[in-house]
């Protein structure tokens, strides 16, 4: 499995910007397809994670509730969108999708197998 995100980049404070996680090679239809970030200094964090197959969820993290919001392509069966609006500073960091082909919690990163390359966000104030 190979995952490819884009769609980051410069944005201001308040702005929003759409990420997406395109797979290829087979994907894990119960199983999670998640982002993550690393702040620059920091530790890479969860934000919000979908199943394949749309089965419960999605979850996030609660520094991003009601303003970010994951969910699969409507027309692309290995794609998947993370949706950041109302973006702020602390939102700045390298954003990462991941995907794992084993059950456990969405937020468990050990668990995730593939990783994608990461995309950069900036927000500025």
């Known amino acids: 499995v190979q995952l490819q995100a884009s769609g980051g980049g410069l944005v201001q404070a308040g702005g929003s910007l759409r990420l997406s996680c395109a797979a290829s090679g087979r994907t894990f239809g119960s199983y999670f397809m998640a982002w993550f970030r690393q702040a620059p200094g920091k530790e890479r964090e969860f934000v919000a994670a979908?199943?394949?197959?749309?089965?419960?969820?999605?979850?996030y993290a609660d520094s991003v509730k009601g303003r970010f919001t994951v969910a699969r392509d409507s027309a692309k069966r290995n794609a998947v969108h993370l949706q950041m609006n109302n973006l702020k500073s602390e939102d700045t960091a390298v954003y990462y999708c991941?995907?794992?082909?084993?059950?456990?919690?969405?937020?468990?990163?050990?668990?995730?197998?593939?990783w994608g390359q990461g995309t950069l966000v900036t927000v500025s104030s």
């Open positions: 979908i199943r394949w197959n749309g089965a419960g969820g999605p979850y």
């Open positions: 991941a995907t794992r082909s084993v059950p456990g919690a969405p937020t468990s990163e050990a668990e995730y197998a593939y």
